[in-house]
């Protein structure tokens, strides 16, 4: 505010002043307004003047009035207020201006005419090698700021920047300047990387102004020079600091990403050759001069100690979290490149006058290293914040100990990805003088912490919000030497004779106050390093001592302490900043992440220390046993094949993005995975993991849909109310189509039973909510429906209710399976989504065309009937065998229709019955019948004088029987309307009389005929000449045809349905007696330490295999453990190699337990034998030793005196040879 406010009063001062000069009248008091306003401003100045005046120890004798002086003053904040907004405005501007040097550089060819000489050595690249060449010139000729401009503008090639839309505007201004049309759009680059995955690591990136990947630049500008630049410089410039600097960040640059092709060129560069020896001593001689500064330098972080105000520390810390939950950054001043340079050379030199002092160094100035700190905007700088507590001691680090930040990253990316080649080079170059920057790394990060001083126990006072990025990166440079794994360095720094190890296991315990009172984020950073670390070194061992050295040096109730602290302090900062609604930055870990990460170093400790597993499944504490529990829950664990074969087992934590998963997935893919040649279903299952990771990630972008994942998780209740609806309205055709015109009744008594139903189900249902009375409180209130507005109603109500519920279940189905996100050829390819569109279409037919399409729905209880589909299956499996026996059987059929043809083509003789038959006709043909017989009936009375009856003819059809008429005449008229119909009825009609008549007749007749074409033919006679041919011939195509053709089609869809049940049968024992994964049987696990449920529900359980296969899907590359990064390769090639075949590592350690067994008891009978063999080999030494002692003995006696004689009682039972058998 204060800050307008003078801009505000120097406007209106302004505005007055131009208003007089231009003889404006202003009103009097505003005027006065005026004068009062600038008067204040006066005062302010004044009693500010004096103030500062009376502070001084030293006055100058000439200096100027006050008055003057406040006017300087004013002018001076004034114009710092104008250039400070001009700067803020022009700055972006600036950066945009000199940012299409770059883009001149990526496309240098295209400043020339094409065809010219230049054109053509720009674009292969001459430009940007002699570019190169020339920085290394520069240095030698001591050009350090054109030097350095270059190392920066190669840095900026590789980086990508933004610069807002008027940078973006003014950009693409200079550049049509300079190019017609630029190559490369940002928007196309934009399109690119939207299409890259989700796991896409930093190399993959493509960068926006130059359309290519990172990891094709930095290998476009290796090859052109900048890799071998790199180590040039590194070893050229130890005194000139500041391209130390920039050398460096430009090997940063070149490396970020961990690019495989740069890290194997410096490895040849250096490998051999006598610059490795001068690289790496620069390395060695950086960190040995920061240690001495450390050593020099070192503080106690004490500022909280001091007698503060408790309420000031309380506003500044909640200030600082709630300024951090947002993401909140301080507005610092805007500076431009000189501005920030000049003062970063002053700071530097002040810094460096002080490292002198301390140091006792009085040599000359020009030896003394010129550091380079970059201060960003709105930094953690005293002077970027306008903080006054700060001094210059505290505010930063000295540019010896500073510069450790980039080396130790650079160090870092050399060993990226797991690099073997250069993770054994950083620590053995193999060379006349070897420097192990694997040890000096740990020495370092030993001496910043403060154990060289004594300090140990005070961690948290060596520790500040300076020095905590720079133990950052040793910690995570620490780990990348030792993952892969890389046993060397993991030795290395385990049996290092120096606190390393004391030190890491201490950044988790301690509280490292009072850091963590202020910035408890860095704290959490610090923590998670740390633990990643030691895990780093357990990573892939076989042995167990890296992993008891650790157990050693930790208190293991603390750890778990620990554990629990960080579980619980993630509920508490929830709600602490719930209300406030405030979030974690996206760039920070979280406590129950850190919490999580050591919970995991428990587990793998705990598999060398029985006491801390029993504390990990069972603890007395409430709030640990909570604790424990979560993170249980949400950890994994399975086992991997590596490269030779060994298997070995990973801990991970679930990725949050795997508990999306639906139950109906888990259980379709259990029920339908299929088995590969090697008994397991590893194939099939690695096959679905995309498309079931693509769903994980459609129902967690649903559940930001409210209405959508709330119909997506009834699925199941719309598709059986959809069923129940179809078998309703099915029921309501068949009993009542066609409709009654009125609507049907009840008697009272059914009617009042009806209605005490209903309202007895409703009351059931209100109660206890049991399914089957809500379907039984359904169907009784559509039956009372139908009695109260009829059936017609109802089919139309039911069906609006069926197009409605097909429409919310096609919804969510679509919803459930992420179709909204698929692109519209997998949408139409899509076979179930297909089936459901139909249905609906059917739904909209029955109740918009006719109510017999319902009847179509019926079908769906095949697709929800496992048992319905393989009846199904049994026509369809074998569907061509099943086409090729009727192919078959219709040769036959035309064989015999040839024959037939051509031998018995009179006796394929049918009855038929005309459809269309002419009453008229019938009726003019028994009139005429019944008239010629009563005209011979007059003819015969009229000679006997009897007088003929009235005969009255009836209509066809009529009842004709009358009682006044004689009997005999009505017998008659029946007696000709019988023969008449029987005449029309019993026609008979040739079936053969061509070719394709004969075929059809056989084909239609005789298949469908019980003793096939012959029950159809005319019998014939005995005494024929063909009778025996016929004979042949109809018993040939009942057995042929019959018999065995029909009967193998229906064979064979028996024998499938038969197997079909067998199959459902053996993989349902499959499923229950077979590891999913390793396709172990349970057998083999009988009488073994783990049983099989354990087997498949810990070691081999199949979804957590899944949740790996998403955790290298989600996790950052460069963030990979080794075994992570070995199975994301194989993924990638879609090698299934890392899963376990018919092994598991509980069978082979019982294996390797019991030969361990047979080892020891053999060297337990060996080391018998061997001590034995001693005792029996210094006997005879010493039997040997005192047979020469008589040897020598007798030989005196012999040259003295006589011989002497040899005495048997002197060696016990009878002499040497006796005592050497009672040994044996």
């Known amino acids: 505010m204060g800050h307008q406010r003078v801009n505000v009063e120097n406007c209106i001062r302004t505005l ?59 002018i001076e904040q004034d114009f710092n207020s104008v250039v400070s907004v001009l700067e803020s405005e022009l700055q972006p501007l600036v950066a945009a201006e000199l940012s299409v040097l770059v883009d001149i550089l990526y496309q240098p060819h295209r400043l020339f005419r094409p065809d010219s000489e230049a054109s053509i050595k720009c674009k292969n690249g001459g430009f940007i090698s002699r570019l190169i060449r020339h920085c290394e010139k520069l240095l030698e000729e001591k050009d350090e700021k054109l030097c350095i401009q270059v190392l920066k503008t190669l840095k900026d090639m590789i980086t990508d920047s933004e610069y807002g839309e008027k940078g973006d505007a003014l950009r693409n201004l200079l550049l049509a300047r300079y190019f017609d049309q630029y190559p490369w759009s940002k928007k196309e680059a934009t399109e690119l990387r939207a299409k890259q995955p989700s796991n896409a690591g930093p190399g993959d990136v493509v960068q926006r102004r130059s359309g290519k990947s990172l990891s094709a630049m930095q290998s476009d500008l290796a090859k052109k020079g900048a890799a071998v630049l790199v180590v040039d410089l590194v070893m050229k410039s130890q005194n000139h600091h500041r391209i130390f600097v920039e050398a460096v960040e430009l090997g940063i640059a070149l490396l970020e990403g961990g690019n495989r092709d740069i890290q194997d060129m410096l490895y040849d560069k250096l490998r051999g050759n006598e610059k490795c020896q001068n690289f790496f001593k620069v390395f060695d001689t950086k960190m040995e001069e920061a240690q001495q500064e450390i050593r020099n330098t070192v503080t106690v972080n004490t500022s909280d100690l001091s007698a503060k105000n408790n309420d000031e520390k309380d506003g500044f810390r909640e200030g600082e979290k709630f300024n951090r939950k947002r993401g909140h950054k301080p507005n610092g001043l805007v500076m431009n490149d000189q501005i920030r340079e000049e003062l970063s050379e002053a700071a530097n030199m002040t810094s460096q006058a002080y490292s002198n002092i301390r140091a006792g160094n009085t040599g000359d100035e020009s030896n003394s290293c010129l550091g380079i700190i970059t201060m960003e905007e709105g930094g953690d700088s005293s002077w970027g914040k306008g903080s006054k507590e700060s001094s210059a001691d505290n505010s930063k680090l000295s540019p010896k100990i500073a510069v450790m930040e980039p080396v130790l990253r650079f160090l870092q990316l050399l060993c990226e990805n797991h690099n073997l080649f250069l993770q054994n080079f950083l620590r053995n170059q193999k060379t006349k003088t070897n420097y192990n920057l694997v040890s000096k790394t740990l020495l370092f990060l030993d001496c910043i912490c403060g154990s060289t001083t004594g300090g140990l126990g005070l961690l948290g006072l060596y520790i500040n919000e300076h020095n905590v990025s720079l133990i950052n990166q040793t910690l995570e440079t620490l780990t990348e ?41 860095l704290v959490l950073e610090l923590k998670n390093n740390a633990s990643k670390l030691l895990l780093a070194i357990m990573e892939s061992r076989a042995d167990s001592e890296n992993a008891e050295r650790i157990l050693q040096n930790m208190p293991k109730d603390q750890l778990l302490d620990v554990v629990s602290s960080l579980y619980h302090q993630e509920s508490v900062d929830d709600d602490e900043f719930f209300e406030e609604g405030a979030s974690d930055s996206d760039d920070g870990v979280s406590p129950r992440e850190v919490g999580h990460n050591i919970y995991i170093l428990c587990h793998q400790l705990a598999k060398h220390h029985k006491e801390l597993e029993e504390q990990l499944t069972k603890s007395s504490n409430e709030k640990l046993s909570k604790a424990l529990s979560h993170y249980r829950d949400n950890t994994a664990q399975i086992e991997i094949v590596r490269h030779d074969r060994n298997m070995e087992q990973i801990v991970f934590p679930i990725p949050e993005i795997c508990n ?16 590969d040649e090697q008994g397991t279903k590893v194939t099939d299952f690695f096959e679905k993991c995309h498309d079931m990771f693509t769903e994980m990630q459609w129902q967690k972008k649903l559940k930001s849909q409210a209405v959508l994942s709330t119909i997506s998780n009834y699925m199941s209740l719309w598709s059986r109310l959809l069923f129940l609806l179809a078998l309703m309205n099915n029921l309501i055709v068949a009993f009542f189509y066609p409709y009654p015109s009125q609507v049907p009744s009840l008697n009272s008594h059914l009617n009042g039973l009806l209605w005490v139903g209903l309202l007895i189900m409703l009351a059931i249902v209100v109660s206890f909510q049991q399914k089957i009375i809500m379907y039984l409180l359904g169907l009784v209130s559509i039956t009372r429906l139908i009695f109260s507005v009829g059936p017609e109603p109802t089919l139309w109500l039911l069906g609006s209710a069926n197009v409605l519920l097909k429409g919310i279940h096609l919804v969510s189905l679509m919803g459930n399976k992420g179709t909204f996100a698929k692109r519209l050829e997998q949408q139409v390819t899509d076979g179930e989504l297909l089936y459901h569109v139909l249905y609906l279409v059917f739904c909209v037919l029955g109740l918009s065309v006719h109510p017999f399409c319902y009847s179509i729905l019926l079908f769906d209880v095949v697709y929800r009937e496992e048992t319905l589909l393989n009846v199904i299956r049994s026509v369809t499996r074998n569907g061509w065998s099943i086409v090729l026996t009727a192919a078959l059987a219709l040769i036959l059929v035309y064989l015999f229709s040839i024959i037939g043809y051509m031998f018995f083509k009179n006796d394929f003789v049918v009855d038929v019955s005309d459809n269309d038959i002419d009453w008229d006709t019938i009726q003019r043909h028994i009139n005429e019948r019944v008239e010629h017989y009563v005209h011979l009936r007059v003819s015969d009375g009229e000679s006997e004088g009897i007088r003929p009856p009235e005969v009255e003819v009836c209509e066809v059809g009529a009842d004709c029987s009358q009682e006044d008429e004689p009997a005999a005449l009505s017998n008659v008229v029946e007696s000709i309307t019988k023969e008449v119909m029987a005449e029309v009825e019993d026609a008979k009609e040739e079936a053969c009389s061509t070719l394709i008549m004969c075929i059809v007749t056989t084909l239609n007749h005789g298949l469908r005929s019980g003793g096939g074409i012959g029950d159809i033919l005319r019998p014939p006679s005995n005494k024929e000449n063909l009778f025996a041919a016929r004979v042949i011939y109809d018993l040939l195509f009942f057995f042929v045809v019959i018999i065995i053709v029909l009967n193998l089609i229906f064979g064979v869809i028996i024998d499938t349905f038969a197997d079909l049940r067998s199959e459902k049968q053996n993989s349902e024992e499959i499923l229950k007696n077979s590891c999913f994964i390793c396709g172990l049987t349970r057998a083999s696990f009988d009488n073994k330490a783990v049983n099989f449920e354990e087997h498949i529900k810990q070691e081999h359980n199949m979804w957590h295999y899944l949740y790996f296969y998403v955790q290298v899907n989600v996790k950052d590359p460069t963030e990979f453990t080794g075994p992570e990064s070995y199975v994301y390769m194989l993924v990638k090639e879609k090698d299934l190699n890392w899963f376990p075949r018919m092994r598991a590592m509980s069978l082979s350690i019982g294996e390797t337990e019991g030969e361990m067994n047979e080892v020891r008891l053999l060297n337990t009978k060996l080391d018998r034998t061997q001590k034995l063999v001693d005792g029996l080999v210094e006997q005879l030494t010493e039997l040997k030793e005192e047979m020469t002692k008589q040897q020598k003995y007798r030989n005196r006696r012999g040259i003295l005196g006589p011989a002497s004689t040899y005495n048997p009682h002197q060696y016990p039972q009878g002499g040497p040879m006796d005592m050497i058998s009672q040994y044996q």
């Open 660 to 675: 999306y998963l639906t139950p109906e997935t888990k259980q379709r893919v259990y029920n339908t995975a299929e088995r």
């Open 16 to 74: 007055t002043e131009v208003a007089r000069k231009h003889n404006i009248s202003i009103p009097v008091d505003l005027e006065a307004q005026v004068a009062s306003m600038s008067q204040r401003t006066t005062n302010i100045i004044t009693r500010t003047a004096n103030k500062w005046s009376t502070r001084t120890t030293r006055r100058d004798a000439s200096s100027t009035s006050l008055s003057g002086r406040m006017d300087h003053l004013v």
């Open 481 to 521: 030497y030792c993952q892969g794994p890389c046993h060397e360095n993991q030795n290395c720094i385990a049996t290092h004779e120096s606190n390393g190890l004391h030190i890491i296991i201490a950044l988790i315990l301690s509280d490292i106050n009072p850091l963590a009172k202020t910035r408890m984020d």
